[in-house]
Structure formats: C-alpha cells, structure tokens
C-alpha cells in the first residue's frame, strides 16, 4: 500500500501506461526473449465486476474484472508459460535440463469473491493457484483498514480525526480531498504503531457515520466454512499471510514469529493442510528484509512471495526463495498489457537501477 498525492498517482499511472503500450507493440518475447526469465507469478487481490457507486476508489489497483483476469490467463498460455502451483516452483526453476517458461497465479488477503470469480476462470482453463489468507481477517478480529479508510472518506463529506497533534477536521467532499484524506490515513498506518493506527482509522469511521470496519471485513473475506468448502477444489492451495497484515519490518522479533507461526497453524486448521507458501504482506522492501525473509525460511516454507516487480531466476534446489511478483493492476486491464508485462520488457528499467516499487499484498 503506497501513498501519494493525487498528481503523483496520476503521473506514475501515465508513466506505466506508457510503458506498458511500448512495451507492448515492441513483440519482446521476440526481439528479447530473456528478458521474460523464466516467467512470472502474478499478484491479485480482488476479482469481481467493475462496482457502482463511488468515483473516488482509492483501492481501484486492487481490482480486476473476471474478464479481464480471464484474459490474462489467455495472454500467459498464449504466450507458452506452463501453469504451475508457487510452491512447486523452486524445484522447477532449479532443474537445469527443463527449461520451460512457467507462470503462477496468486491472490492476497482471501476475499470471497476470489471464490465466486476468480476460481471459475481458473477452473475452466485448469490453472492451479493460490490464495493467501490472514486469520485475523477470517476470524473477524482485525479490521482491513484500508477498505475502511475508502468507505470513511467517500461516506463522509468531513471527519474529526486525530493524526498526532490533537483532533482536526478532514475535508473529503471533492474527489482531490478524498483521496487526499485516504492519502493522510495511509501515511499514518506506515508511521506510527500499526495496530494503533488502524484502531484510530476504525474508531473514527464508527463515529463519524456508523461505520461498522468488521462487518465490512466480514462482507469482504471468506469465513472458516468457505474456506473449508473451496479448499475441496484440488487447483486451489492457501498460503499463509500472518495473522493481521501488519508490516513485518515494524515488528518484534517475538511478533514477527507470532505472526507466522500463527496464521500457519490457524490455516491448517481451517483446511486441513499445512501451508507451504507465505505471503509477506505490502511486500515492498520497506516490509520484507533480511531478518523477515529468514524467519520465513526458518518456517519451512517452499516459497515465499513479495510484491516487488521482476521476472522469475533460476533458483537453488530445496532452497525457499522470496520471489518478486508481478500486479495485475485494475488501472491497466488490457490484454496487451499482460503480454507486455509477460516479455519481462518493463521490469529492465527497474533490474538496471537495481530499484523496485511498493504494491500492496
């Protein structure tokens, strides 16, 4: 989850679509075929129509249409990458005589629809892939602060809010001060302690106009029963993505371990199977460094996935790998798009300065 104001967003999404239409029309898989890797693992959060409603969505990149992701699968066996499950992907990336292009298919944050929209496309293509569910989410013990943070500032024309230096008044009437708002909300979450933050953002979206954060959580996320009856579909595998979506660099050790251990155990409760993927959540390198990625491996995770944009390396046998991911982005649903992010042709600029983005996982 990043923030910014709304002319960087609205540049940085001209600057990705503009690299996306050129690297679409420049046929990389044949001007420059390594360039795609080995494949890649595609991140998804919500899958389900395009929502009526409100014009300010400031969640929107986290949204594809069942369409659209049904063309991006389209677009990855057109385009010859084999379907595989993530945690098989280490052993396969390290077998030197296959050299196959492959690509996996995962969601974020368990939501319902993922059940409803996504899993039909999947199962019409056979397409294995894999969900990562929080406990807290499913238990309806912590709130997703960010959908709430969306429903605070489009159901509320202003709200008394308390950022450090005692109450004010936000204005979110216009769309530039509603994602302004949503902007100063997230910020907060990256700042100060996360759990106090989210109580901060749940407790004044309950008293400025009765919104209710679990029931929104609860109208979002799959429950224990639903989660039971999808694990049935043998394309499906749930990894772990800690107990309450907190930024695992802004933790504990003892947390950090709590967090993992935790929502591992509490999975294969509700499905019967343990875990063997993990998904770090927001995914970026200000949420995943050396001590979180280690505490993964420690775990016994086959893989384990960030959100920071790349193409798929060979990779050592037996050995679990924190992976980059590649967002199907709800501001960018087009079909030449995919095959653009599948030549690997945009993540050159970024392998080059050695840098990545932040997405939110």
Same mark, same amino acid.
């Given at each position: 989850m990043?923030t910014?104001?709304s002319?960087?967003?609205?540049?940085?999404?001209? =600057?990705?679509?503009? /690299?996306?239409?050129?690297?679409? &029309?420049s046929?990389g898989?044949?001007? &420059?075929?390594?360039?795609?890797g !080995?494949?890649?693992i595609?991140?998804?959060?919500?899958?389900?129509p395009? @929502?009526?409603g409100?014009e300010?969505d400031?969640? +929107?990149?986290?949204?594809?249409?069942?369409?659209?992701?049904e063309?991006?699968v389209q677009a990855?066996?057109?385009?010859r /990458?084999?379907?595989?499950?993530?945690?098989? &992907?280490?052993?396969?990336?390290?077998?030197?005589?296959?050299?196959?292009?492959?690509?996996?298919f995962?969601?974020?944050?368990?939501?319902?629809d993922?059940?409803e929209?996504?899993?039909?496309?999947? !199962?019409?293509?056979?397409? @294995?892939?894999?969900?990562f569910?929080?406990?807290g989410?499913v238990?309806?013990t912590?709130?997703? *602060? *960010?959908?709430?943070?969306?429903?605070?500032v489009n159901?509320?024309?202003?709200?008394?809010?308390?950022?450090?230096d005692?109450p004010?008044?936000?204005a979110s009437?216009?769309?530039?001060q509603?994602?302004? +708002?949503f902007?100063?909300l997230? =910020?907060?979450?990256?700042s100060?302690?996360?759990?106090?933050a989210?109580?901060r953002?749940?407790?004044?979206? !309950?008293?400025t106009?009765?919104?209710? @954060?679990?029931?929104?959580?609860d109208?979002?996320v799959?429950n224990?029963?639903?989660?039971?009856?999808l694990s049935?579909?043998p394309?499906?595998?749930?990894?772990?993505?800690?107990?309450?979506h907190?930024?695992?660099?802004?933790?504990t050790?003892?947390?950090?371990?709590?967090e993992?251990?935790?929502s591992?155990?509490?999975?294969?409760?509700?499905?019967?199977?343990?875990p063997?993927?993990?998904?770090y959540?927001y995914?970026?390198r200000?949420?995943?460094g050396?001590?979180?990625?280690?505490?993964?491996a420690?775990a016994g995770?086959l893989?384990?996935?960030?959100?920071? @944009?790349?193409?798929?390396?060979?990779?050592?046998a037996?050995?679990?790998?924190?992976?980059p991911?590649?967002s /199907?982005n709800?501001h960018?649903?087009?079909?030449?798009?995919?095959?653009? &992010?599948?030549?690997?042709?945009?993540?050159?600029?970024?392998?080059?300065?050695? =840098?990545?983005?932040q997405?939110s996982?």
């Amino acid at each position: 989850m990043t923030t910014m104001n709304s002319a960087v967003r609205t540049l940085k999404t001209f =600057a990705i679509r503009s /690299l996306l239409e050129a690297a679409s &029309l420049s046929d990389g898989l044949s001007v &420059l075929p390594a360039a795609g890797g !080995r494949g890649l693992i595609f991140t998804l959060h919500h899958v389900r129509p395009e @929502p009526e409603g409100h014009e300010c969505d400031p969640n +929107a990149h986290l949204s594809v249409t069942p369409a659209f992701l049904e063309e991006a699968v389209q677009a990855a066996l057109e385009c010859r /990458l084999c379907p595989v499950h993530l945690h098989d &992907l280490p052993d396969l990336l390290a077998d030197p005589s296959d050299e196959r292009k492959f690509v996996s298919f995962t969601l974020d944050d368990g939501y319902r629809d993922n059940a409803e929209f996504a899993a039909p496309v999947f !199962r019409r293509f056979d397409i @294995p892939y894999t969900i990562f569910v929080n406990p807290g989410f499913v238990e309806r013990t912590r709130t997703i *602060w *960010w959908e709430t943070a969306a429903a605070l500032v489009n159901e509320a024309p202003e709200f008394r809010f308390d950022f450090g230096d005692g109450p004010e008044t936000i204005a979110s009437n216009t769309t530039g001060q509603k994602l302004a +708002a949503f902007n100063r909300l997230a =910020a907060l979450v990256e700042s100060i302690d996360e759990d106090e933050a989210v109580n901060r953002i749940d407790d004044a979206a !309950r008293a400025t106009r009765n919104i209710d @954060p679990t029931a929104i959580t609860d109208r979002l996320v799959m429950n224990r029963s639903e989660l039971r009856d999808l694990s049935d579909d043998p394309l499906v595998h749930f990894g772990a993505h800690t107990v309450t979506h907190v930024n695992l660099r802004r933790v504990t050790s003892e947390r950090l371990q709590e967090e993992i251990e935790e929502s591992t155990d509490a999975i294969e409760r509700y499905v019967g199977v343990r875990p063997g993927s993990f998904s770090y959540p927001y995914g970026s390198r200000k949420a995943a460094g050396g001590r979180e990625l280690e505490a993964a491996a420690k775990a016994g995770f086959l893989a384990t996935v960030t959100t920071q @944009p790349g193409v798929l390396a060979p990779t050592v046998a037996g050995q679990a790998v924190a992976f980059p991911r590649v967002s /199907l982005n709800g501001h960018f649903q087009k079909k030449r798009y995919v095959k653009a &992010l599948i030549s690997g042709l945009p993540f050159l600029p970024v392998q080059a300065r050695g =840098a990545s983005t932040q997405g939110s996982g």
